[in-house]
């Protein structure tokens, strides 16, 4: 099993940045078995969107909504996730999820990812 916790969430105005963080947690062996890990978001009264992902190779995919403003890293030493959020907006707001799985063959699909973090609040005013 495999156990995510965000953090770094927060009230920001519009324009403001933030730095969210998802630490993986668990035996060795399933840390270090995932192979994609992605953020997810979600709205009151929305459904769970997917906002990017990395695989063990390093390669990204955004949603368009957040392309040239997020950046998705990852420190594999630290087995830890990162979302960099530059120029927020208010329809940035919402609940932040990160989400792990096995498999490098990843994508914005949330069904896809089995492990999942409790989430972190974003809100960005206006």
């Known amino acids: 099993q495999v156990q995510l916790v965000e953090s770094g969430g927060g009230s920001v105005q519009a324009g403001g940045s933030l730095r969210l963080s998802c630490a993986a947690y668990g035996p060795t062996y399933s840390v270090t078995s995932i192979n994609c890990m992605g953020w997810f978001r979600q709205a009151p009264g929305k459904e769970r969107e997917g906002v990017a992902r990395?695989?063990?190779?390093?390669?990204?995919n955004y949603a368009d909504s957040v392309k040239g403003r997020f950046t998705i890293s990852q420190d594999n030493a630290k087995n830890t996730l990162y979302l960099q959020m530059n120029s927020l907006k208010p329809e940035d707001s919402g609940m932040y999820y990160c989400a792990a799985r096995w498999s490098a063959a990843c994508s914005l699909d949330s069904t896809s990812f089995p492990y999942w973090g409790q989430g972190t609040q974003v809100t960005v005013s206006s």
């Open positions: 990395i695989n063990i190779f390093g390669i990204t």
